[in-house]
């Protein structure tokens, strides 16, 4: 059984005049090789394939795989995420993670957030503003928080993101819509404690694999997991299992969220606690970094005491049971 590995490198776009901000969410080679290893090491023989230009390519020269281990991020637009597994769809081609439309949803978190509410999953109350009249119209208990709609890795969120009035949020949307090109995300904060929950597995076989929470230093910026928080973790941020009441009320939480979206495989909830220490769900991550030492989702892993190497057979599991491989 062949597996192809469908991938976006950084380095690739770094080369092509891309900045480490706007690259932030895509793929070192080591990153590849770790998954690539773990995967022959599971008994599979593997193919390289790359970004979306390249799986054209070889689809169109008639190139087939028998599953593809799908982690391509994209570059542009909001179906970005999802422009490789419509593909391989279209191609009659299993895959892991989730599908094309779970994929263009969880990108948009305004989206995102209307099914799990409907879903009677708790979130903070939101809207979206698309351009900056629409901040007139934002009836949402202050403080508030903005981020760009359809970004990761924290990207546009600073601490200014944590908005104590209107001016304020007028400048800062002016500001996000100006640089990320994309409408705004503004929710109502959380000033609660901050937690990411790890799940493998599909449906009613999604299984919460661990809670982690995300302790801000000293060295932290305030009032959120930013984009710096991230990059520089090691100096800014700690990271622990979480086994308390909380972590019990994140796993029901993610898990909730995680079916109600059809997520698939593998991936995170993000969840933070309100003023009374009431989970509410924050995002989702379907298409979760695999760094085995500094991603979110093997971190959690690591702590639970699931390997890298169990955690790559456990998503190429539940793919091929899926496709009934």
């Not at 979306?52 to 970005?80: H, I, P, Q």
């Not at 979130?123 to 990761?152: C, M, N, Q, S, W």
């Given at each position: ?7 976006d490198l950084?380095?690739?776009w ?16 080591e990153?590849?090789e770790a998954?690539?290893a773990a ?9 390289r394939?790359g970004?979306?230009?390249s799986?054209m390519?070889?689809l169109a020269?008639?190139?087939?795989w028998?599953?593809v281990f799908n ?6 637009g909001?179906?970005?995420?999802a ?9 009659r081609?299993?895959?892991t993670?989730?599908?094309p439309?779970?994929?263009?949803v969880?990108?948009?978190k305004g989206?995102?957030?209307r099914v799990?509410?409907d ?8 809207a979206?503003?698309e351009?900056i ?8 208990r202050y403080?508030?928080?903005a981020?760009p ?12 993101s944590r908005?104590a ?7 800062v949307?002016?500001h ?7 409408p705004v995300?503004v ?8 937690f990411?929950?790890g ?11 661990g809670?982690?929470?995300v ?6 910026e305030?009032?959120a997991y930013?984009y710096v928080?991230?990059?520089y973790?090691d100096?800014r941020?700690?990271?622990?299992l ?8 994140c ?13 698939r495989?593998?991936g995170?909830?993000?969840?933070r606690m309100?003023?009374e ?7 989702v991550?379907?298409?979760a970094?695999?760094h ?10 690591t ?5 890298f190497?169990?955690?790559i ?6 793919a091929r049971?899926r496709?009934g491989?």
């Amino acid at each position: 059984m062949t597996v192809g590995l469908t991938y976006d490198l950084r380095s690739e776009w770094l080369a092509q005049g891309y900045s480490e901000v706007e690259t932030a969410e895509l793929d070192r080679e080591e990153t590849v090789e770790a998954i690539e290893a773990a995967i022959r090491a599971a008994g599979f023989d593997t193919a390289r394939i790359g970004n979306y230009r390249s799986l054209m390519t070889a689809l169109a020269a008639g190139t087939r795989w028998d599953l593809v281990f799908n982690f391509c991020e994209g570059m542009y637009g909001l179906g970005r995420e999802a422009l490789v597994p419509a593909l391989l769809d279209a191609y009659r081609i299993p895959y892991t993670f989730s599908d094309p439309a779970v994929l263009a949803v969880s990108l948009h978190k305004g989206m995102t957030k209307r099914v799990v509410r409907d879903a009677g999953v708790p979130t903070p109350d939101f809207a979206i503003v698309e351009e900056i009249a629409d901040t007139r119209e934002v009836t949402l208990r202050y403080p508030l928080f903005a981020k760009p709609l359809a970004e990761g890795t924290g990207k546009g969120v600073t601490p200014a993101s944590r908005i104590a009035d209107p001016d304020a949020l007028g400048a800062v949307c002016a500001h996000l819509l100006e640089t990320y090109r994309q409408p705004v995300l503004v929710e109502e904060y959380l000033p609660g404690r901050e937690f990411t929950t790890g799940i493998v597995g599909t449906g009613a076989d999604a299984a919460v694999v661990g809670t982690m929470e995300v302790v801000f230093l000293e060295t932290a910026e305030a009032h959120a997991y930013t984009y710096v928080n991230k990059e520089y973790c090691d100096d800014r941020v700690l990271y622990r299992l979480a086994d308390d009441q909380a972590a019990e009320g994140c796993a029901r939480v993610a898990l909730r969220a995680w079916r109600a979206l059809g997520a698939r495989d593998a991936g995170r909830i993000d969840i933070r606690m309100d003023a009374e220490g009431r989970p509410s769900f924050i995002e989702v991550n379907p298409l979760a970094g695999l760094h085995p030492k500094h991603s979110d989702l093997p971190i959690i892993c690591t702590l639970a005491g699931v390997g890298f190497q169990d955690l790559i057979e456990r998503i190429l599991d539940s793919a091929r049971k899926r496709a009934g491989l």
